[in-house]
């Protein structure tokens, strides 16, 4: 990060606590992170205030990752950010909203974050430390 920059922000969502938990320590030294355990809430959260980039789980219940994602890509004050989704699935479950805006990246969710950290720095522009 260059010095006097503001830090990217980011808005991780995840229905576990744990998750969220370990993803914002794991992000905290490099970013801002922000947190919410649904897809409405990350919803509205992001209309309100956009971050810079979205980390989602796909499975949720009500709004999931790909929800949401499709949700992001229609509200003009979102549409920009990207979204990368990380499922606990080999192959992930698609959904028509897939089809329709496609994620920065899917990432299958491991202890291990450098595949995570290297799709943030694509999604962001940013060059890896």
């Known amino acids: 990060m260059l010095r006097g920059m503001p830090r990217p922000r980011i ?22 992170v922000e947190t919410a355990d649904d897809g409405v809430t990350a919803l509205e959260r992001a209309r309100t205030s956009p971050p810079d980039l979205v980390v989602t789980d796909s499975l949720m219940p009500g709004l999931d990752g790909f929800g949401l994602l499709a949700a992001l ?8 950010v990207p979204v990368i989704i990380l499922t606990s699935e080999e192959a992930p479950h698609t959904s028509g909203a897939r089809d329709a ?16 950290l290297r799709a943030i720095r694509a999604a962001l522009g940013t060059p890896l430390p």
């Open 73 to 80: 890509g229609r509200a003009p004050e979102t549409r920009g």
């Open 11 to 32: 808005l991780l969502v995840d229905d576990s606590e744990t998750v969220l938990m370990v993803l914002k320590e794991a992000l905290a030294s490099d970013f801002d």
């Open 101 to 116: 805006v496609q994620p920065a990246a899917i990432i299958t969710k491991s202890m291990d974050m450098s595949p995570l």
